[in-house]
């Protein structure tokens, strides 16, 4: 059977009125691109939609993952966008491209890619997460409790062929070595890793019992690539639903908890992830707070039938109140710890001119 590969690769190319929302125009362009590439035999299908200043591409073809055509059509239409957005003097235009050519593969050039291939299932519902003004750490709560904790995930207990569990593959961010851990039986190893989640983040999860791909998460940190601050990851994540894999609620249930993650305002302080539906997704607050979309898509040959906006809904509205009321909770923190990130994992920071500027003040007590 031909196998289906599943790229979603986003960017920040440029923003209207500073870190808060793509412009339509953008939108327009890049699917004219696709649309051309789709017609020319590049892709076989894709869907365009923004989560805050990110564009994010949903591309599907039959040439597997690390694809250098797809991912320099990547290149080249996010390119063509952030020509467009220089023109139009948005703010941070090209902020994600960090190199002028390509050289290959787009990882390690600025975008975030989550990409799976597979054998499709006779039905194969899917739902991609996009978040904005976070890091890829923040995928480790929900995608644990999904494919890990029996009280989110009730199949884990009563369904057979998710009772053997999944297989976690936990990358280092900083060394660049991975591990694969299995859970139940190693779940205090796999928590002790991802509970760091600016060190340790899950790239990927297998069902154990026959290694079938589950979920993908893009990985790329923009600090380590760049060397400086550059704009927060802002990452995707592809999750495989039903049929032997949790069911669609249960991989939105985690999000029903605004769990607290890093980046927000300058990448530097900690909130809470607001779920929301496509159209809500700017963030305005303090440059947030930072926001989830969840897109639901049947995979049919190839083809992507939808999306379902799956926090369109209002069973998220407590959620989204109590995200509220952390907002505001962790803001009258100000510019101290724990709202603040410590000084080590901020992406802007004083303290180096501080210290040096109060050299020789300090006197032992």
Known sequence: MAKTSLSVIKADVGSLA???VVHPKQLDLTKELLDKAK????ITDFYVFNCGDDINMVLTHGKGIDNREIHKLAWDTFKDVAILSKKMHLYAAGQDLLTDSFSGNVKGLGPGVAEMEIEERPSEPLIVFAADKTEPGAWNFPLYRIFADPFCTAGLIIDPSLHGGFDFE???VEEGSTVRLHAPSEIYDLLALIGTQHKYVIRSIHRHIDNLLGAVASTQRLSLIAGKYVGKD???AIVRVQHGLPAAGEALEPFAFPHLVAGWMRGSHVGPIMPVSVKDAKCTRFDGP???VALGFQLCDGE????ADMFDDRAYDETRRKASEIADYMRR????MPHRLPPDEMEYTTMPQ???????RFVKS
């Not at 017609?39 to 590049?42: A, E, H, L, S």
């Not at 992507?304 to 999306?307: F, K, S």
């Not at 501080?354 to 020789?360: I, S, Y």
């Open 18 to 20: 500073g870190h808060h």
């Open 39 to 42: 017609k020319d035999g590049q």
């Open 170 to 172: 936990v990358l280092d």
């Open 234 to 236: 802002d990452p995707v």
């Open 290 to 292: 930072p926001r989830v």
């Open 304 to 307: 992507l039938i939808g999306p």
């Open 333 to 336: 923190h100000g510019p101290f």
């Open 354 to 360: 501080v210290l040096e500027k109060l050299k020789g």
